[in-house]
């Protein structure tokens, strides 16, 4: 995640080299890319206003925040270390 994080950056910055301004990536962009539905069409009661809030965060932020939780995640659950 972290990963695609700085690809996502990455490309930001070479089409922004290229073309002189900065295109942002939204999670919607990516969203919508895998079929998955508008989130007005949920229709639950409060998600779908938290689901719009969500998706319209920077891609690079979102892939950012999700792979550093995952790390964290990953590296509570070793254990104690025998040093």
Do not use: K
């Not at 079929?35 to 969500?54: E, K, Q, T």
Request: net charge negative; charged share 10%; hydrophobic share 50%.
């Amino acid at each position: 995640m972290v990963v695609g994080g700085l690809a996502a950056t990455a490309h930001q910055a070479i089409v922004w080299r290229e073309s002189g301004y900065w295109t942002e990536m939204h999670l919607r962009t990516l969203w919508f890319a895998l079929g998955d539905a508008a989130p007005d069409a949920l229709g639950w009661l409060g998600i779908d206003d938290i689901m719009a809030w969500v998706l319209n965060q920077p891609l690079n932020v979102v892939f950012f925040v999700v792979g550093g939780y995952l790390t964290w995640i990953g590296l509570s659950n070793r254990g104690p270390r025998c040093t």
